[in-house]
Nanobody, 129 residues
Framework: DQLVESGGGSVQTGGSLRLSCAASGYTGRGTCMGWVRQTPGKERERVSLIGPDGTATYADSVKGRFTASKDIGKNTLYLQMNTLKPEDTAIYYC????????????????????????WGQGTQVTVSA
């Protein structure tokens, strides 16, 4: 089982990127997976969680601009990022091995989002002004 991200790069403000995560062994039915990003000196930020039925929730900072999806047949998780901003610059990680119940597989102000146990190596996204 492994998580391998790809698709990062450098774009200008307003540009788009599509991240992929080859998630062999993790995308089976009944799993919660996510995308997380981290910038040096800042706390890790959960960008999106996607539940077993494919329903995704998002951080307020990316809502309306990012779309997460998964293809179980290809064992792949995706993050389509549009209208990118300089503040989106970070290393993006694919995450699996959700620590909480599936009922908590969401980014919500109603409860703290549990963490994940497994992470990929990350892919750098840089957005220039």
């Amino acid at each position: 089982d492994q998580l391998v991200e790809s698709g990062g790069g450098s774009v200008q403000t307003g540009g788009s990127l599509r991240l992929s995560c080859a998630a062999s062994g993790y995308t089976g039915r009944g799993t919660c997976m996510g995308w997380v990003r981290q910038t040096p000196g800042k706390e890790r930020e959960r960008v999106s969680l996607i539940g077993p039925d494919g329903t995704a929730t998002y951080a307020d900072s990316v809502k309306g601009r990012f779309t997460a999806s998964k293809d179980i047949g290809k064992n792949t998780l995706y993050l389509q990022m549009n209208t990118l901003k300089p503040e989106d610059t970070a290393i993006y990680y694919c995450a699996a091995g959700f620590q909480g119940p599936l009922s908590r597989c969401a980014i919500s102000p109603a409860f703290p989002t549990p963490d994940f146990n497994f992470w990929g190596q990350g892919t750098q996204v840089t957005v220039s002004a």
